[in-house]
């Protein structure tokens, strides 16, 4: 094509046509200018499906992750719904001065416990090495950093500062004290039921692990609903995404 251009130019300077020969050069300038677009575009379009394929990637390694965290979440919501229950129990039979039975040594062995999340990140330090701007959608990123930046954050910082030192400095030396386990989270007796019923500690201090116990439960099941409600913007995207291809 070089050859038939230079020839056709020659001929047309040759034959003093300048005018003819300007309109040509122009053409000429404009294909050239043309076929760098098109060029550029191409490699745009290039690069923009590899972008898209790393999120792509990614985001189908954090759905992974995320419903992990979901089952966790929800072990954690059904086990703390069972700690409140053995709480609620003991401390009413103390109160309404009940017998022991069978039922109440259940519960006496599960006033003990709490439960920490235990999140997959893999996901999220990729992306974050890679540059949080990777999720092309607005509200899905806003969402995740959310997610992964502040509500697990702050939930560990929950669970570990007062759940779990609760547990160690209070209910666990109380148990120590007062209660024969047998086998924990099955069953545990009193050292002296009667007596028990009058420790005026013993009461508060399950009041407020039964505070601290709800108080937890809300916790989880918000995070249940947070964990689902990014896994449904996940999927949205991802479909999207695959759409694409």
Partial sequence: MPRIFNAIRQRLLKESRLT?????????????????????????????????????????????????????????????????????????????????????KYHFGNILGNYQISENTAAWENLKSVGIDLISDDILRNAISALYSMKYVYLENVEKGLDDGYQWNHIYPQVLEHLNVEAMWVSATPVDHERLMDDRKFEEILKMNLFIRKYMQERYEAMEHDIGSLLVQLEDHIRELQGHD
Wanted: proline share 1%; net charge positive.
């Fill in 20 to 104: 003819r020969y300007l309109i040509y050069a122009v053409g000429e300038i404009l294909l050239v200018v043309v076929g760098i677009l098109i060029a550029l575009n191409i490699n745009n379009a290039s690069a923009e499906r590899k972008t898209r394929g790393k999120e792509l990637a990614l985001l189908q390694e954090m759905q992974k992750n995320l419903r992990a965290d979901l089952r966790d979440v929800r072990y954690n919501v059904a086990g703390n719904k069972g700690r409140i229950r053995a709480n609620e129990a003991v401390l009413k039979a103390l109160q309404d001065r009940a017998p022991l039975d069978d039922s109440l």
